[in-house]
Structure formats: C-alpha cells, structure tokens
C-alpha cells in the first residue's frame, strides 16, 4: 500500500514498450509485409491470422499456469522476463524475414511456423509482465501509475513505430506508384525487406535493455499464504470470478474493433487518402492522445473509478467511428478530428481494463482464498488473443471480401475498385463503432467498483493476519523473495 518509488513505476512502463516492439510491429505491419513484401495473399493471411492468434490464445493459457506453479528467489514472475526477453525479439526479426527463395506455398509454412513459435514466446514473457502489477501493489492509486505507465510505455514504442519503422515504409510505398514491371517490383520489395532487417535487429537491443530494466526495478511486495496453486484450485478460483468474466465478455468485442483497424491503417492512408505518406500523421495522432491522456489516467480514476470510465467512454468510439466512416476523404482536418476522438476512448479504456484485470485478482483470492495471478491474466489475455485472431482476420477478410488486388509480377500497381474503398473505411470506422456499443452494454453488469474493491482487499488481508496469529507462524513464511531479499 505504499508510495510506489519512481524506478518501479518506469521499470513497468518499460516492459510494455519491449512487449510492444515486437507486438504493435507485427499488429501495424504484418498484414502489409505478408501480402506485398513476401507475396502472399490476403485471403490465406486472413486465415492464418484467425489460426495462429488461436494458437496464441491457448498458449497463454499455458503460460498462466506455468506461472503459478513458479516459484524462484527471483519471485514468480521476473525469472519469464529476464530469460524470455532475447528469444522474444529474435523470433520478431524471423517473422519479418520470409525468405525470397522460397515459393508461396513454403512462404505459407514459414509465416505458419515463426509466427506460432513468435506467438508461444509472447505469451510467456507477457503473462508474467502483466500479472506482476497485481503482485507489485495493492492500492487503487498506485495501481492506477502502474497502468498508466504501462500505457505511456507502449505509447513510446508507437512513437518509434511511426518515426522509424513507418517513415522509411512510408517513402518506399509512395515510391510503389512507380513501378512498371517485375524487376522494379523485386527491387521495391528487397528494399522494404532491408527496412524490416535492420529494425527488428536493433529492437533485439533496445528491447532486451528494457526488460532487464522491468525485472531489476519492479519487485513483488504482494503477501501470499500459498507460493503454488493445484490445477483445481485455479479452475475454482476463474469459476467464482464475476468481474473477471464480465471484463473478458466486454473486452472481447471492444478489441475485436481495435484489432480489425491495426492492419488496415496503411490501405486507409494509401487508398482512401490517396497518400501513403500520411500514414505518419494518423499513426502520430493515435500515438499523440495515448501519450496526452496517460499521465492524467490516475486522476481519472480518483474522480470517476475504472468501472465508469471502462464503461462510458465507449462513447467516444463509437462517435468517432461513425464520423470517421463519413468523413470525405478531401477533409483531412476532420478525419484527425474523427480519429482523434476515436483515440481518447481507446486510450482510456485500452488503459483501465488492465487496472480492472488485476482487481479481479483480489476479487478470486477473496472469493476463494488462492491467490492466481497467472491464470486470471491468462484468462484476460486469452480472451484479448482470441480477439486479435478475429479483429486481424476480419481486416484481412474484408479486404478480400471487398475484392482488395495485391501486388504481382504480373500487376505490379494495382487499382483498387470502389469495393476495397468501402471495405477499408468500414473495417477504420464502422467496425470499431459497433464492437464498443456491444461492450458498454455487457459492461453494465459489472459488479466491481473501487469502494468494493477496497473492502474486499481489506478482509482478505485481515485473514491472513488471522492465519499468521491463529497458527503463531513466522511472518518471513508468508512473504515473497523479494521481501526476503
């Protein structure tokens, strides 16, 4: 419950902006690497999408319950970050690397793979990153600096995202235009290829520093009476968890909106706009209203508590969906004003449901007396993956259902017909609108205010020092290696 230092709030918002060089690179430009970097079509990456981020779903599920079966004197969590974070960003530099030799089929089965592989190291690095905020503090107010540091982590590497990576794409896909023949297509491809090299190389770097800095800086501090839970005392713990199913059944279709535009941000600026330079601007203003509204995050929760902010500011999604399907292309001013207000309800509520997750921890030690942090994030995130593999197949799918032409030798420069035009701006606009009307009206149910969340913390804290004088036990028995440390 004390004052987190300034080390253990940045050292947390650190691990996000690792975790997010390798997944908001493959969320923002995997769709346009596969189809017009390696050749493969939109419909079979559709599917893939829909496969793999399956997969992904249940590895969380494994990882969740890896970690609650851990523990080291490095703690439960922090041994997954410190070994996982090379291997992690390795498997990002392979993603973005399909060999040229290769035809389209062996192209399919290399993308299958190294994304599956890529997906299954995510999982246990990220499980134990978010499941150490729960373990870190049990005070609404710190726990608010640590989500919001989360967010401003990930904000940065949105920054980078844009400035590096979607700069240099951004000059090669204007130069796409150019092209009028096979040998100029190749040239164009190698050179966003070496584009893709170079960063995913040096974000193993900048990437693995910033995870050491996550497990040198954040300790676990949460009182625990059982290091280890039993398969069955998990599945006990999920079972009597409401908050944590209404959050997941929420968060499931406001994602869905959030996943279905990452991938189609770049057909947006090249084929609505009409310039794909633009892409740096829309990308800025997304990145520009996370990194403004984060700071301020805390004092939205003390004022208004997570649940009333999860629950309304879908509002802002919804009106800024709508305006964004509508606006004419030839009013840029009003489609940043659109994507500017779609923004703020994604920050916020991107922001607060990670604060809301790690309540429903407390809520399931309370209910039951077992203490899983893995297996509830796991669940949190299993439902975030299932909808990462819906929200990216239904961008890739529209797409091919708007009858959206990739790139070839034999048509290098495609013209797009009005259907792809019209595919792309509902998947932007329309998608995200309908997802966040659906989640506010399932979120309605949520029992979980901070008021309550407080008193539950409270009691649960008082039976462990009922058990500990009951039983005449040795405090240094119920706390964690970090404490010991």
């Known amino acids: 419950m004390e004052r987190l230092p300034f080390k253990t709030v940045a050292g947390y918002g650190a691990g996000d902006f690792a975790c997010n060089l390798?997944?908001?690179?493959?969320?923002?430009?995997?769709?346009?690497?596969?189809?017009?970097?390696?050749?493969?079509?939109?419909?079979?990456?559709?599917?893939?999408?829909?496969?793999?981020?399956?997969?992904?779903?249940?590895?969380?599920l494994f990882a969740g319950r890896m970690v609650d079966r851990t523990m080291t004197r490095w703690g439960k969590f922090r041994p997954f970050i410190m070994f996982g974070a090379v291997p992690l960003l390795f498997m990002s530099y392979l993603v973005f690397h399909v060999p040229t030799s290769f035809d389209s089929g062996l192209k399919l089965i290399y993308a299958y793979a190294t994304y599956a592989i890529l997906g299954l190291v995510y999982s246990l690095v990220n499980i134990p990153y978010g499941s150490l905020a729960s373990a870190i503090?049990?005070?609404?107010?710190?726990r608010a600096k640590l989500v919001a540091a989360r967010a401003f982590g990930a904000g940065i590497g949105g920054v980078i995202l844009t400035f590096v990576v979607g700069h240099f794409i951004s000059e090669l896909r204007g130069q796409k235009a150019l092209i009028q023949g096979p040998e100029d297509l190749v040239v164009y491809q190698a050179a966003v290829q070496s584009v893709f090299t170079k960063v995913t190389l040096a974000f193993i770097v900048i990437g693995s520093l910033a995870f050491f800095f996550t497990a040198?800086?954040?300790?676990?501090?949460?009182?625990?009476?059982?290091p280890r839970i039993s398969v069955k005392e998990t599945v006990n713990t999920l079972r009597s968890n409401k908050p944590l199913a209404y959050l997941c059944g929420s968060s499931f279709f406001y994602l869905i909106g959030v996943f279905a535009v990452g991938g189609s941000t770049a057909f947006y600026a090249q084929y609505v706009l009409g310039n794909i330079g633009l892409i740096g601007i829309i990308t800025l203003v997304n990145t520009g209203i996370t990194l403004l509204i984060t700071p301020l995050i805390p004092t939205i929760i003390d004022r208004f508590g997570k649940k009333n902010v999860f629950q309304y500011c879908g509002i802002f999604t919804v009106v800024?969906?709508?305006?964004?399907?509508?606006?004419?292309?030839?009013?840029?001013?009003?489609?940043l004003l659109t994507l500017a207000i779609k923004g703020i309800g994604a920050s916020l509520i991107n922001t607060v449901m990670f604060g809301l997750e790690a309540d429903t921890v407390e809520y399931g030690e309370w209910k039951t007396g077992k203490r899983s942090e893995g297996a509830t994030y796991a669940l949190f995130s299993f439902t975030r993956k299932v909808t990462q593999s819906i929200g990216g197949a239904v961008g890739a799918w529209a797409l091919a259902i708007g009858g959206y032409i990739a790139a070839s030798a034999v048509n290098p420069s495609p013209v797009q017909p009005e259907s792809a035009i019209i595919a792309i701006k509902a998947t932007i606009g329309l998608v995200p609108a309908a997802a966040a009307l659906i989640a506010m009206l399932i979120f309605v149910r949520y029992p979980l205010t901070d008021a309550r969340f407080k008193e539950i913390r409270n009691e649960t804290e008082a039976r462990k020092l009922a058990l500990l004088d009951e039983h005449h036990e040795d405090p240094a028995d119920f706390i964690t290696p970090d404490h010991r440390a």
């Open 22 to 60: 390798a997944f908001s690179l493959s969320t923002a430009f995997l769709l346009y690497y596969y189809t017009d970097v390696a050749g493969i079509s939109a419909a079979a990456v559709g599917t893939m999408f829909l496969v793999v981020r399956l997969w992904d779903a249940f590895a969380d």
């Open 137 to 142: 503090t049990q005070s609404v107010h710190e």
């Open 216 to 226: 040198w800086a954040c300790r676990e501090a949460v009182v625990r009476t059982q």
């Open 320 to 335: 800024g969906g709508v305006g964004l399907f509508l606006a004419p292309a030839n009013m840029f001013w009003l489609v």
